[in-house]
Protein backbone atom coordinates (compact mmCIF):
# COMPACT_ATOMS: atom_id res chain seq x y z
CA UNK A 1 0.00 0.00 0.00
CA UNK A 2 1.28 3.73 -1.04
CA UNK A 3 0.60 6.68 -2.26
CA UNK A 4 -3.12 6.89 -0.33
CA UNK A 5 -5.00 9.55 -0.58
CA UNK A 6 -8.09 10.16 1.88
CA UNK A 7 -10.74 12.31 1.23
CA UNK A 8 -13.78 13.34 3.62
CA UNK A 9 -16.17 16.34 4.00
CA UNK A 10 -14.70 17.54 7.61
CA UNK A 11 -12.06 17.02 10.00
CA UNK A 12 -14.05 14.44 12.14
CA UNK A 13 -14.56 12.37 9.31
CA UNK A 14 -11.12 12.62 8.31
CA UNK A 15 -10.04 11.51 10.95
CA UNK A 16 -12.32 8.66 11.39
CA UNK A 17 -10.78 7.50 8.20
CA UNK A 18 -7.42 8.03 9.23
CA UNK A 19 -7.85 5.55 12.17
CA UNK A 20 -9.49 3.10 9.61
CA UNK A 21 -6.18 3.26 7.56
CA UNK A 22 -4.37 2.56 10.89
CA UNK A 23 -5.96 -0.40 11.92
CA UNK A 24 -5.27 -1.82 8.65
CA UNK A 25 -1.89 -0.81 8.61
CA UNK A 26 -1.17 -2.41 11.77
CA UNK A 27 -2.62 -5.44 11.02
CA UNK A 28 -0.43 -6.10 7.81
CA UNK A 29 2.35 -4.52 9.87
CA UNK A 30 3.44 -1.06 8.16
CA UNK A 31 3.92 1.94 9.62
CA UNK A 32 2.71 5.57 7.90
CA UNK A 33 5.90 7.34 6.75
CA UNK A 34 5.02 10.85 8.64
CA UNK A 35 6.98 12.88 7.21
CA UNK A 36 5.71 11.94 4.15
CA UNK A 37 2.12 12.47 4.75
CA UNK A 38 0.51 15.94 4.56
CA UNK A 39 -3.39 17.68 4.83
CA UNK A 40 -4.65 20.31 2.76
CA UNK A 41 -8.40 21.92 3.59
CA UNK A 42 -10.11 23.01 0.70
CA UNK A 43 -13.44 24.92 0.26
CA UNK A 44 -15.10 25.52 -2.87
CA UNK A 45 -11.81 24.56 -4.90
CA UNK A 46 -9.73 27.50 -2.47
CA UNK A 47 -7.17 26.39 -0.32
CA UNK A 48 -7.96 27.28 3.23
CA UNK A 49 -5.98 26.92 6.53
CA UNK A 50 -7.47 24.34 8.96
CA UNK A 51 -3.95 23.39 11.02
CA UNK A 52 -2.76 19.90 11.25
CA UNK A 53 -4.35 17.02 12.12
CA UNK A 54 -3.54 14.88 15.36
CA UNK A 55 -3.16 11.24 15.57
CA UNK A 56 -3.99 9.01 18.72
CA UNK A 57 -0.71 8.40 19.60
CA UNK A 58 0.38 12.28 20.03
CA UNK A 59 2.03 12.43 16.33
CA UNK A 60 0.45 14.39 13.63
CA UNK A 61 0.04 15.08 9.72
CA UNK A 62 1.17 18.57 8.79
CA UNK A 63 -0.23 20.67 6.67
CA UNK A 64 0.73 22.01 3.50
CA UNK A 65 2.28 25.81 3.26
CA UNK A 66 1.29 27.53 0.83
CA UNK A 67 4.11 27.12 -1.47
CA UNK A 68 4.27 23.43 -0.76
CA UNK A 69 2.93 20.47 -2.29
CA UNK A 70 3.02 17.11 -2.11
CA UNK A 71 3.64 14.11 -4.23
CA UNK A 72 1.47 11.96 -5.39
CA UNK A 73 2.27 8.81 -8.00
CA UNK A 74 5.67 11.01 -8.48
CA UNK A 75 3.36 13.64 -9.51
CA UNK A 76 4.05 17.26 -7.72
CA UNK A 77 0.10 18.50 -6.25
CA UNK A 78 -1.52 20.82 -3.73
CA UNK A 79 -4.63 22.13 -4.94
CA UNK A 80 -4.11 21.22 -8.24
CA UNK A 81 -1.64 19.62 -9.95
CA UNK A 82 2.26 21.81 -10.38
CA UNK A 83 2.19 22.03 -14.04
CA UNK A 84 4.75 24.46 -14.50
CA UNK A 85 6.65 22.76 -11.70
CA UNK A 86 6.55 19.19 -13.10
CA UNK A 87 7.16 20.69 -16.79
CA UNK A 88 10.68 22.08 -15.47
CA UNK A 89 11.43 19.09 -13.25
CA UNK A 90 11.01 16.89 -15.99
CA UNK A 91 12.71 18.98 -18.50
CA UNK A 92 15.80 19.33 -16.13
CA UNK A 93 15.79 15.67 -16.31
CA UNK A 94 15.57 14.66 -19.64
CA UNK A 95 18.45 17.03 -20.38
CA UNK A 96 20.55 15.71 -17.89
CA UNK A 97 20.05 11.95 -18.62
CA UNK A 98 20.69 13.21 -22.95
CA UNK A 99 24.03 14.27 -22.38
CA UNK A 100 25.09 11.55 -20.63
CA UNK A 101 24.43 9.11 -23.05
CA UNK A 102 25.52 11.55 -25.55
CA UNK A 103 28.84 11.72 -23.43
CA UNK A 104 28.88 7.85 -23.23
CA UNK A 105 31.05 5.85 -26.13
CA UNK A 106 27.83 4.13 -27.06
CA UNK A 107 27.77 2.55 -31.14
CA UNK A 108 24.93 4.12 -33.33
CA UNK A 109 22.49 1.49 -32.63
CA UNK A 110 22.81 2.00 -28.34
CA UNK A 111 22.87 5.57 -27.93
CA UNK A 112 19.68 5.62 -29.81
CA UNK A 113 18.48 2.71 -27.82
CA UNK A 114 19.17 4.28 -24.25
CA UNK A 115 18.30 7.69 -25.78
CA UNK A 116 14.72 6.17 -25.83
CA UNK A 117 14.87 4.21 -22.70
CA UNK A 118 16.69 6.67 -20.09
CA UNK A 119 15.75 9.84 -21.52
CA UNK A 120 12.45 9.82 -23.67
CA UNK A 121 10.99 7.17 -20.81
CA UNK A 122 10.82 10.45 -18.73
CA UNK A 123 8.09 12.56 -20.53
CA UNK A 124 6.31 8.99 -21.13
CA UNK A 125 5.40 8.84 -17.50
CA UNK A 126 2.92 11.42 -16.96
CA UNK A 127 1.34 11.87 -20.26
CA UNK A 128 -2.01 12.77 -20.29
CA UNK A 129 -1.74 14.20 -16.41
CA UNK A 130 0.87 16.88 -17.39
CA UNK A 131 -0.39 19.68 -19.97
CA UNK A 132 1.95 19.68 -22.47
CA UNK A 133 1.74 22.05 -25.26
CA UNK A 134 2.30 20.76 -29.44
CA UNK A 135 5.14 23.66 -29.14
CA UNK A 136 6.87 22.52 -25.81
CA UNK A 137 7.06 19.04 -27.47
CA UNK A 138 8.42 20.22 -30.61
CA UNK A 139 11.10 22.31 -29.16
CA UNK A 140 12.56 19.72 -27.22
CA UNK A 141 12.81 17.49 -30.13
CA UNK A 142 14.93 20.45 -32.08
CA UNK A 143 16.86 20.59 -28.69
CA UNK A 144 17.87 17.32 -28.96
CA UNK A 145 18.75 17.21 -32.32
CA UNK A 146 20.57 19.96 -31.71
CA UNK A 147 22.40 18.31 -28.96
CA UNK A 148 22.91 15.21 -30.96
CA UNK A 149 24.48 16.74 -33.63
CA UNK A 150 26.78 19.12 -31.49
CA UNK A 151 28.28 15.36 -30.30
CA UNK A 152 28.44 13.67 -33.79
CA UNK A 153 25.62 11.65 -33.02
CA UNK A 154 23.34 13.00 -36.32
CA UNK A 155 24.74 14.92 -39.37
CA UNK A 156 22.56 18.56 -38.98
CA UNK A 157 22.05 18.27 -43.11
CA UNK A 158 20.35 15.02 -42.38
CA UNK A 159 16.72 14.06 -42.99
CA UNK A 160 14.57 15.18 -40.30
CA UNK A 161 12.39 12.49 -40.93
CA UNK A 162 14.39 9.25 -41.18
CA UNK A 163 15.90 9.94 -37.87
CA UNK A 164 12.19 8.65 -36.78
CA UNK A 165 12.15 5.63 -38.91
CA UNK A 166 12.25 2.88 -37.39
CA UNK A 167 15.79 0.46 -37.67
CA UNK A 168 14.45 -2.21 -39.60
CA UNK A 169 12.83 0.32 -41.54
CA UNK A 170 16.30 1.98 -42.81
CA UNK A 171 15.67 4.69 -40.00
CA UNK A 172 17.43 5.22 -37.11
CA UNK A 173 15.03 4.65 -34.83
CA UNK A 174 15.23 7.93 -33.13
CA UNK A 175 11.85 8.43 -30.67
CA UNK A 176 9.97 11.74 -31.11
CA UNK A 177 8.96 13.13 -27.44
CA UNK A 178 5.93 15.02 -29.40
CA UNK A 179 5.08 11.49 -30.33
CA UNK A 180 5.68 9.63 -27.45
CA UNK A 181 3.70 11.75 -25.35
CA UNK A 182 0.94 12.05 -27.80
CA UNK A 183 0.56 8.23 -27.85
CA UNK A 184 0.85 7.75 -24.41
CA UNK A 185 -1.96 10.48 -23.93
CA UNK A 186 -4.18 8.11 -25.68
CA UNK A 187 -3.43 4.98 -23.89
CA UNK A 188 -3.98 6.83 -21.08
CA UNK A 189 -7.42 7.69 -22.09
CA UNK A 190 -8.43 4.71 -23.83
CA UNK A 191 -7.69 2.99 -20.23
CA UNK A 192 -9.70 5.26 -18.37
CA UNK A 193 -12.48 5.66 -20.37
CA UNK A 194 -13.15 1.98 -20.56
CA UNK A 195 -13.18 1.61 -16.87
CA UNK A 196 -16.20 0.25 -15.08
CA UNK A 197 -15.42 2.92 -12.31
CA UNK A 198 -17.74 6.21 -13.21
CA UNK A 199 -15.33 8.55 -11.86
CA UNK A 200 -12.24 6.80 -13.66
CA UNK A 201 -14.31 7.61 -16.73
CA UNK A 202 -14.90 10.76 -16.32
CA UNK A 203 -11.17 11.78 -15.83
CA UNK A 204 -10.74 10.26 -19.01
CA UNK A 205 -12.82 12.27 -20.90
CA UNK A 206 -10.39 15.76 -20.27
CA UNK A 207 -7.14 14.07 -21.57
CA UNK A 208 -6.34 15.93 -24.17
CA UNK A 209 -4.58 13.64 -26.84
CA UNK A 210 -3.37 16.31 -28.98
CA UNK A 211 -5.22 14.28 -31.98
CA UNK A 212 -8.30 12.86 -33.59
CA UNK A 213 -7.25 9.43 -34.25
CA UNK A 214 -7.31 6.30 -32.24
CA UNK A 215 -4.79 5.28 -30.63
CA UNK A 216 -2.98 2.51 -32.51
CA UNK A 217 -4.19 4.70 -35.47
CA UNK A 218 -2.02 7.66 -34.30
CA UNK A 219 1.12 5.18 -34.29
CA UNK A 220 0.50 3.81 -37.61
CA UNK A 221 -0.47 7.45 -38.74
CA UNK A 222 3.00 8.17 -37.68
CA UNK A 223 5.07 5.93 -39.07
CA UNK A 224 4.10 5.43 -42.42
CA UNK A 225 3.52 9.60 -42.46
CA UNK A 226 7.45 9.81 -41.58
CA UNK A 227 8.39 7.26 -43.96
CA UNK A 228 6.54 8.77 -47.14
CA UNK A 229 7.62 12.41 -46.09
CA UNK A 230 11.54 10.90 -46.45
CA UNK A 231 10.94 8.92 -49.66
CA UNK A 232 8.74 11.93 -51.56
CA UNK A 233 11.60 14.73 -50.99
CA UNK A 234 13.69 14.72 -54.18
CA UNK A 235 16.97 14.55 -52.47
CA UNK A 236 16.86 13.11 -49.41
CA UNK A 237 14.70 10.27 -50.49
CA UNK A 238 16.50 9.11 -53.85
CA UNK A 239 18.51 6.63 -52.52
CA UNK A 240 15.21 4.89 -50.59
CA UNK A 241 13.78 4.98 -53.96
CA UNK A 242 16.09 3.58 -55.88
CA UNK A 243 17.16 0.79 -53.61
CA UNK A 244 13.70 0.00 -52.66
CA UNK A 245 13.63 -2.95 -55.11
CA UNK A 246 16.73 -4.29 -55.46
CA UNK A 247 18.44 -4.17 -51.83
CA UNK A 248 18.19 -7.66 -49.84
CA UNK A 249 17.33 -7.40 -46.44
CA UNK A 250 20.87 -8.71 -45.22
CA UNK A 251 22.45 -5.43 -46.89
CA UNK A 252 20.34 -3.22 -44.06
CA UNK A 253 22.17 -5.32 -41.04
CA UNK A 254 24.97 -2.87 -40.55
CA UNK A 255 21.43 -0.53 -39.91
CA UNK A 256 19.35 -2.58 -37.95
CA UNK A 257 22.41 -3.82 -35.63
CA UNK A 258 23.99 -0.06 -35.42
CA UNK A 259 27.00 -1.30 -33.79
CA UNK A 260 29.07 0.82 -35.97
CA UNK A 261 30.21 3.78 -34.43
CA UNK A 262 28.10 6.98 -34.34
CA UNK A 263 29.80 9.30 -36.64
CA UNK A 264 30.22 6.52 -39.21
CA UNK A 265 26.98 5.65 -39.14
CA UNK A 266 26.09 9.74 -39.28
CA UNK A 267 28.07 9.95 -42.61
CA UNK A 268 27.28 6.91 -44.18
CA UNK A 269 23.63 8.52 -43.70
CA UNK A 270 24.48 11.53 -45.02
CA UNK A 271 25.76 10.61 -48.18
CA UNK A 272 22.63 8.30 -48.41
CA UNK A 273 20.48 11.50 -48.09
CA UNK A 274 22.96 13.50 -50.33
CA UNK A 275 23.53 16.15 -47.27
CA UNK A 276 27.09 16.10 -48.19
CA UNK A 277 28.08 19.14 -49.64
CA UNK A 278 28.76 18.21 -53.05
CA UNK A 279 28.44 20.32 -56.21
CA UNK A 280 25.12 18.85 -57.44
CA UNK A 281 23.67 19.57 -54.08
CA UNK A 282 25.38 23.23 -54.03
CA UNK A 283 23.87 23.96 -57.56
CA UNK A 284 20.45 22.43 -57.09
CA UNK A 285 19.79 22.74 -53.26
CA UNK A 286 22.04 25.37 -51.55
CA UNK A 287 21.96 27.16 -55.44
CA UNK A 288 25.23 28.43 -53.63
CA UNK A 289 26.79 27.76 -56.95
CA UNK A 290 26.10 27.10 -61.02
CA UNK A 291 28.00 23.93 -61.85
CA UNK A 292 26.82 20.89 -60.45
CA UNK A 293 29.57 18.91 -62.44
CA UNK A 294 32.27 16.51 -60.46
CA UNK A 295 35.18 18.56 -60.29
CA UNK A 296 37.34 15.74 -61.42
CA UNK A 297 35.91 14.64 -64.72
CA UNK A 298 34.21 17.61 -65.44
CA UNK A 299 31.59 15.10 -67.00
CA UNK A 300 28.38 14.09 -64.99
CA UNK A 301 27.07 15.18 -61.80
CA UNK A 302 28.97 15.37 -58.46
CA UNK A 303 26.28 13.38 -56.83
CA UNK A 304 27.55 10.69 -54.04
CA UNK A 305 27.00 7.76 -55.85
CA UNK A 306 28.89 9.45 -58.64
CA UNK A 307 31.78 10.32 -56.16
CA UNK A 308 31.59 6.83 -54.41
CA UNK A 309 31.32 4.25 -57.66
CA UNK A 310 31.41 6.00 -60.81
CA UNK A 311 33.80 8.86 -61.65
CA UNK A 312 36.12 7.67 -64.51
CA UNK A 313 39.16 10.04 -62.97
CA UNK A 314 38.82 8.58 -59.53
CA UNK A 315 38.33 4.92 -61.27
CA UNK A 316 42.09 4.93 -62.31
CA UNK A 317 42.95 5.76 -59.24
CA UNK A 318 41.54 5.46 -55.37
CA UNK A 319 39.13 2.32 -56.47
CA UNK A 320 42.09 0.44 -57.21
CA UNK A 321 44.91 0.11 -54.76
CA UNK A 322 47.75 -2.47 -56.02
CA UNK A 323 48.84 -5.55 -53.69
CA UNK A 324 49.93 -8.44 -53.13
CA UNK A 325 50.65 -10.45 -49.66
CA UNK A 326 52.01 -13.70 -49.48
CA UNK A 327 51.26 -15.68 -46.17
CA UNK A 328 52.48 -19.35 -45.74
CA UNK A 329 50.19 -21.36 -47.65
CA UNK A 330 49.02 -18.92 -50.00
CA UNK A 331 49.69 -15.60 -52.39
CA UNK A 332 47.19 -13.01 -53.49
CA UNK A 333 47.83 -11.04 -55.94
CA UNK A 334 46.05 -7.77 -57.36
CA UNK A 335 46.40 -6.10 -60.49
CA UNK A 336 48.67 -8.33 -61.75
CA UNK A 337 49.60 -9.08 -65.31
CA UNK A 338 49.36 -12.56 -66.15
CA UNK A 339 52.58 -14.04 -68.38
CA UNK A 340 50.63 -16.66 -70.96
CA UNK A 341 52.16 -18.53 -73.73
CA UNK A 342 50.06 -17.85 -76.33
CA UNK A 343 48.06 -14.39 -76.64
CA UNK A 344 45.16 -13.70 -74.31
CA UNK A 345 43.48 -10.42 -74.21
CA UNK A 346 42.19 -10.61 -70.83
CA UNK A 347 45.08 -11.69 -68.49
CA UNK A 348 44.43 -9.26 -65.93
CA UNK A 349 41.79 -10.59 -63.26
CA UNK A 350 41.42 -8.59 -60.53
CA UNK A 351 42.14 -10.92 -57.58
CA UNK A 352 44.17 -14.32 -58.30
CA UNK A 353 44.54 -16.37 -54.96
CA UNK A 354 47.28 -18.98 -55.30
CA UNK A 355 47.82 -22.38 -53.24
CA UNK A 356 51.04 -22.79 -53.03
CA UNK A 357 50.63 -26.43 -51.69
CA UNK A 358 48.41 -27.64 -54.17
CA UNK A 359 49.68 -24.91 -57.04
CA UNK A 360 46.40 -24.51 -58.06
CA UNK A 361 45.17 -20.74 -58.44
CA UNK A 362 41.63 -19.41 -58.53
CA UNK A 363 40.75 -16.36 -59.96
CA UNK A 364 38.50 -14.20 -58.58
CA UNK A 365 36.52 -10.86 -59.90
CA UNK A 366 34.95 -8.66 -57.57
CA UNK A 367 32.56 -5.68 -58.09
CA UNK A 368 31.86 -3.44 -55.61
CA UNK A 369 28.74 -1.00 -57.04
CA UNK A 370 26.95 1.71 -55.78
CA UNK A 371 23.82 0.20 -54.11
CA UNK A 372 21.96 1.42 -57.34
CA UNK A 373 23.57 -0.49 -59.42
CA UNK A 374 23.80 -3.61 -57.84
CA UNK A 375 21.42 -5.40 -59.74
CA UNK A 376 22.81 -4.49 -63.26
CA UNK A 377 26.68 -5.62 -62.08
CA UNK A 378 25.74 -9.14 -60.65
ZN1 LIG B 1 33.72 12.53 -61.76
Not at 15 to 44: N, P, Q, Y
Not at 286 to 309: A, F, G, M, W, Y
Not at 357 to 375: F, Y
Request: aromatic share 6%; with cysteine; hydrophobic share 30%.
Amino acid sequence: MDDLKLYEKNKNEIETLIHTVRIFSDDIGIEFGLDKCATITMIRGKLTGRGNIMLPNETEIHELEDNESYKYLRVMEADDIKQSEMKAKIRKEYIHSLMKELKSKLTAGNLITAINTWAVSLYRYGAGIIQWTKAELQQLDRRTWKLMTMHKGLYSRSDVDRVYVERDQKGRGLMSVEETVNYESHSLKKYTEGSPVEFIKTAGKIINTNSEDERQEYRNHQKTERKQNWNDKPMDGQHLRQTEDQAAKETWQWMKRGCLKRETESLIIAAQDQALRTNYRKAKIEKSTNDPKCRLCKQKDETVSHIVSKCSKIAQTEYKERLAFHREKVKLLWDFNVQTNKVIGARRPELILINKETKQCQVIDIAIPGDTRADSTV
